[in-house]
């Protein structure tokens, strides 16, 4: 391209960009990122310009002024050329720091240090009179200057730097020149130099005709406003020490002789040493004096600062809504922490209506003067649509601008964003660098959350160490978790002290899971000694947090009347606010509370209808109560397939009740096929389980060699089993094989142990056999009126004396033990008590009770009792099969007139 071919739209472009490069550059406040900020600020700029990058870097290059005006941008331009976004190029990848290198492009260092160094030495070698002839040759000089410190100094710059006081929204600032020193190579700028400069050139132009002629107002102006700002500057420097040994005195004597000429920089930072003792005696009211001087003046810092004075009572009585006048005031002349503080005071209505639009306006006037508190909030309002469409790219590109000024917690989002894929995709490995970022700064939730994302990975290691520095650094999520690995001994040594510890931590500070967590500690005695009263405390905190688990523990507590005094009522009302959030075992108890009335009335279709929503999670307890509600028709319309299928359920996640009573089920043909062997291997399952219904069961099945071979020696043992852990009905059983000899040797007096065992847990039959016991002396003395007694308990002391009155089967069991009691003519009762217990009326069914009272009535020589002894022998029905006795049996029973008995002997005779 020719020189003559460059239009002078592209001029004027160059020109402006020019100066708003230079702008940028004084807005920058944050060095260790200097260069990445201000080549963001550049893509942004081209792109919004519609301006491609090669043609731009063309047009400086083939301007007549290149030297004189662009040589710094186009040295800018060659070191980054890699990173400048070229129009229309995907911004994501941008996204990616990999990307930010491309290994076939080699960077001159000595052709951008000649790039830099040419507007500088064609001033100092090339004019003599060190004349300037445009703002834009000045421009470049400044730039090039500050461009050259920045690439070859930035670290010492950085370090100098950091040691500064941070600016941040609660703090009193100071006004300074963006001012170092490098080998003669001086960088001393001031916000409104361009203003000056450019009225300086005018009044050049005005005078070109004359190079001798005395400077104008404007040029004497200029001159003097920057020997005023470098006594500033020389202030500045003895304060902290920069290129000269710091003496704070000294500051505050050039801060005064600049403040004296009129700087109102000067004046703001003789307010800040009068503020905090620097070089004079600390005084609050002249700070905020010399503030208020250079507020009125203009300068957006003192404006703030004054601020700060009335919002804190500083020099002068505290006055909120003057202080929001004097930020606004800040705001409006472009100082980026007032507007941002601004922002925030709109969005949370400090002294303001809530107004987000005015708040958002505000968050981009600082984002956009480089605010890396404004990029950050505006990143928050933009992820979660406060305000403003919610956009996650956005949000994510405003984080990055943020991180890029290393602001803790956007560094952190940035993380999270990373870690969640919100308007980036999801990339682990970063996620992990930028929390670890902010976590080695002692970012809490960022040690926290790395933590979370080792454990993700497996490395328990690196979890604990993090999970220990958040923890220690005060972080209630972190106190938890690391409670759980002292608690299993993952990793570490196990330890319930330490769990306990951590669990109060962080319970101490309201995390509602610890809380629950520490009841439970205190409840079980865990790393501390049992407290229930602290425990109900706990439970009832998180409860009150709608934790839906301790509500469930809570009305444990009130149905134990553990830790506070019982209470139904309560109990109900914490398992229904439990059940309301969906909790199984809230909704279980629930349904119990309904079936059994605590608390509430009953109401058995409501506790269907719980116990079926629990059963829908999954709760085995809850599906084998359905199985029972739809086997006995109680809430529900009667359904033994439904039953059988419920039961089934419950089973097959190992609940041993309903495996045993699935074996009920196929042995007896409820709601499915009988099937003894399918009936006898679920009995063996939960029997072998430590199940004692299922153990007595399976007694009975080898008892009666159902479903297998018949085995008195095995069903000893498994109603042995079962009555030693205390059941009841085992108990009894086991007494009649002792008070019969079935497999051991007969003995009534541990029968009788046995009975009385199983009577006093409430078993019927007991009762009534003990009853028997009593009454005729067997196992112990004769004792009728405690065997009536034991007669009358058992039948619910519905005892009648006249039979037509007996009205159920155990009325009829009490009826006939009472008959049988009577010494003359009892053979008929025995009889009838040998029939109930035969067909199990009123009492478990027992073949082997009922052949001894068969036995008992025959031998007193009662025809029909005989006859059903030899039924009994003829079939092995409660006691081996004996063809011959049979046939003795029919025999007598025959000549007694049964007739049942003469069709029997005649089938025999057969």
């Given amino acids: 391209m020719s020189l003559n071919n460059i239009l002078k739209d592209d001029e004027e472009f160059l020109k402006e960009f020019l100066k708003e490069f230079y702008r940028q550059i004084i807005k920058i406040e944050y060095y260790p990122k200097f260069e990445n900020i201000l080549l963001e600020w550049t893509k942004d700029y081209l792109n919004n310009n519609e301006k491609d990058f090669e043609m731009i870097l063309s ?18 331009f060659y070191i980054n050329n890699n990173n400048i976004i070229i129009k229309g190029q995907n911004e994501e990848e941008d996204d990616d720091d990999d990307k930010n290198t491309n290994n076939n492009i080699i960077i001159d260092d000595n052709k951008i240090l000649k790039l830099y160094l040419s507007s500088i030495n064609n001033y100092y070698n090339n004019n003599k009179n060190k004349k300037l002839i445009s703002i834009y040759q000045l421009l470049n000089i400044i730039i090039s200057k500050y461009l050259l410190s920045i690439h070859y100094y930035k670290d010492i710059i950085f370090d100098k730097k950091k040691n500064l006081i941070d600016e941040k929204e609660e703090l009193n600032v100071l006004s300074y020149d963006q001012f170092e020193n490098f080998n003669g190579l001086e960088i001393n700028l001031f916000k409104d130099e361009i203003n000056l400069m450019e009225n300086y050139f005018k009044s ?12 104008n107002e404007n040029q004497l102006d200029y001159i003097k406003r920057k020997e005023l700002e470098e006594l500033n500057n020389l202030g500045y420097c003895y304060q902290f020490g920069f290129g000269i040994k710091k003496n704070e005195f000294k500051a505050f004597e050039f801060y005064f002789k600049s403040s004296e000429g009129g700087n109102s920089n000067a004046k703001n930072n003789l307010g800040y040493c009068y503020q905090y003792g620097i070089g004079i005696t600390k005084d609050e009211k002249k700070a905020f004096e010399s503030y208020f001087k ?10 703030y600062n004054l601020g700060i004075c009335y919002q804190n009572g500083i020099g002068i009585n505290k006055d909120d809504k003057k202080a929001l006048v004097y930020y606004i005031k800040s705001a409006k002349s472009g100082y980026s922490i007032a507007q941002n503080k601004l922002g925030n005071y709109y969005l949370n209505e400090i002294e303001t209506g809530k107004d987000l639009e005015k708040a958002i306006y505000w968050f981009i006037e600082a984002a956009e003067n480089g605010n890396k508190f404004a990029q950050y909030n505006l990143g928050n309002l933009y992820k979660n649509g406060d305000g403003v469409n919610k956009d996650e790219r956005k949000a994510f590109k405003y984080y990055k601008k943020s991180a890029n000024q290393e602001y803790l917690d956007a560094i952190f989002e940035l993380g999270y964003c990373y870690e969640k894929g919100i308007g980036i995709d999801i990339n682990i490995l970063k996620a992990i660098k930028l929390y670890k970022i902010a976590a080695e700064k002692e970012h809490i939730i960022a040690q926290c959350n790395l933590g979370i994302l080792y454990e993700d990975i497996e490395d328990i290691e690196c979890t604990i160490y993090w999970y220990t520095k958040a923890a220690e650094n005060g972080c209630k999520i972190a106190q938890y978790n690391l409670a759980y690995y002292y608690r299993t ?10 769990a306990f510890e951590y669990y109060k931590k962080s319970a101490d500070q309201g995390y509602v899971d610890a809380q629950f967590e520490l009841g439970c500690y205190y409840y079980g005695g865990i790393g501390t000694e049992v407290n229930k009263v602290k425990a109900f405390e706990l439970y009832k905190k998180a409860a009150d947090n709608s934790h839906k688990v301790a509500q469930y523990n809570i009305g444990i507590l009130y149905k134990l009347g553990e830790g506070i005094e019982k209470n139904k009522i309560k109990t109900f009302e914490y398992y229904k606010k439990s059940a309301d959030q969906e909790y199984p075992s809230a909704q279980f108890e629930l349904g119990n509370c309904y079936y059994e009335g605590i608390g509430t009335e009953v109401n058995k279709v409501k506790a269907f209808e719980l116990y079926e929503r629990a059963a829908d999670y999954g709760h085995k307890v809850a599906q084998y109560n359905l199985g029972f509600l739809y086997k006995n028709g109680e809430g529900i319309e009667k359904d033994e397939r439904k039953a059988f299928e419920y039961y089934k359920k419950s089973a097959n996640q190992g609940y041993l009740n309903a495996i045993s009573k699935l074996g009920y089920c196929y042995s007896n043909g409820i709601g499915t096929e009988v099937n003894k062997v399918k009936a006898f291997e679920l009995y063996s ?7 004692n219904h299922a153990r007595n069961s399976l007694g009975l099945a080898y008892e009666n060699g159902e479903g297998t071979e018949k085995s008195l020696e095995q069903a000893f043992c498994w109603f042995k089993k079962a009555a030693d852990d205390g059941y009841e009905v085992a108990q009894c059983n086991l007494g009649e094989y002792y008070e019969l000899g079935n497999f051991v040797d007969k003995d009534e007096i541990k029968a009788f ?8 847990s409430g078993h019927i039959s007991a009762k009534f056999q003990l009853g028997y016991f009593y009454v005729n002396g067997i196992g112990t003395e004769i004792n009728k009126e405690k065997g009536f007694e034991l007669y009358n308990e058992a039948a619910g002391n519905n005892y009648q004396e006249n039979f037509e009155e007996i009205v159920n089967d155990l009325d009829k069991v009490n009826y006939w033990y009472h008959k049988a ?18 067909l199990g009326k009123g009492v478990w069914e027992n073949k082997v009770r009922a052949f001894e009272f068969y036995k008992k009535s025959a031998n007193l020589g009662f025809a029909d009792a005989q006859f059903k002894l030899g039924y009994c022998y003829e079939n092995g029905v409660g006691t081996d099969m004996n063809k011959e006795k049979a046939f003795g049996l029919y025999k007598m029973a025959a000549e007694g007139g049964n007739i049942f008995a003469q069709k029997s002997l005649a089938y025999l005779y057969e």
């Fill in 59 to 76: 047009l400086m290059k083939n301007h007549k002024e290149n030297e004189n005006w662009f040589s710094s941008l186009i040295g800018f």
């Fill in 204 to 215: 050049m132009i005005n005078d070109d005709d004359d190079d001798d002629k005395d400077f």
């Fill in 294 to 303: 250079a507020s009125n003046e203009g300068n957006s810092r003192a404006q």
């Fill in 489 to 498: 001994g993952k990793e570490v040594e196990k330890d319930d002290i330490k």
């Fill in 685 to 691: 399952i939960a029997a072998k389980a430590g199940h």
């Fill in 753 to 760: 142990e046995l009975y009385k065992k199983s009577a006093e």
């Fill in 821 to 838: 009691a009577e010494k003359n003519d009892n053979k008929y009762a025995l009889y009838k008590l040998g029939e109930i217990y035969e």
